[in-house]
């Protein structure tokens, strides 16, 4: 039996449901036939599975997520990225691209410092050693456009059930998104509608906790473009 409603905030220790119908998830934990908090964040409910993310604190990688980086040092075999997280990652040469690249090329023409890129994280060892991909669909580096940093647990609220979210502020404004996990978001479209995008966002990013979410993002974005929008798959 359920003892909390979907989108509460509970604390650790705090009972989410009694018996076996239900499975726990991250941030929770089994006590005999109890399911309890095991840190403080935003309850979710996704079928038979309870899950709580959490309402702070930075990111931590996990294998397969997509993240955005941030080049900080180019050494001979690859770069060294920034993932919003406390530990840093690595991209090799090999990993940076399907085509050949010959040993001794300034790797800073393939991404420069402080450039931005889209990577799939490929592994996270026991000493905290992120390995990361540009080998895949959507996975690049990124040219121009905006980069807008968020709390990473915000960021399945950015998306929206089943990209309900992100996909009303892209119809909305027009802008090319890209959403990683790591709680950074990149944008680029039109300077105006540039704004009204990153605005929409941090709107979620402060108000991510609170229910009617969708319908607040969606009148505040007919009000700034101008347009009739229509909320699916939420």
């Known amino acids: 039996m359920l003892k909390c409603k979907d989108k509460e905030i ?6 989410l449901c009694e018996g076996m ?16 908090s095991s840190i403080v964040g935003l309850v979710n409910i996704d079928g038979k599975v309870i899950k709580i993310m959490p309402t702070s604190g930075r990111y931590f990688p996990r294998r397969g997520d997509t993240i955005i980086g941030r080049v900080f040092d180019i050494t001979m075999n690859g770069w060294r990225l920034n993932i919003n997280s406390p ?44 390995d990361l ?3 895949g669909p959507g996975l690049r580096k990124l040219d121009g ?20 979210m992100i996909k009303l502020i892209k119809e909305a ?14 944008l680029s479209g039109e300077a105006k509608n540039e704004v009204i995008a990153i605005n929409a966002i941090e709107l979620i990013n402060e108000k991510g906790h609170k229910k009617g979410l969708t319908d ?3 009148k505040f974005l007919e009000k700034e473009t101008g347009k009739k929008l229509e909320v699916s798959n939420v």
């Open 145 to 164: 456009g905006v980069i807008v940093n968020v709390n990473s647990s915000k960021v399945s609220r950015i998306i929206g059930r089943q990209g309900s």
């Open 10 to 15: 509970v604390v650790p220790g705090e009972i």
């Open 216 to 218: 607040e993002v969606k």
């Open 87 to 130: 530990y840093s990652s690595f991209l090799t040469m090999m990993e940076a691209s399907s085509q050949f690249i010959r040993k001794g090329s300034d790797l800073s023409k393939i991404i420069p410092m402080e450039g931005y890129m889209v990577g799939k994280i490929t592994n996270v060892t026991g000493q905290n050693l992120i």
């Open 173 to 186: 404004t027009g802008c090319f998104i890209t959403v990683g996990q790591n709680g950074r978001v990149w």
């Open 133 to 135: 991909t540009m080998k």
């Open 21 to 36: 119908e239900f499975l726990p998830s991250y941030g929770t934990y089994r006590a005999d036939k109890v399911i309890r």
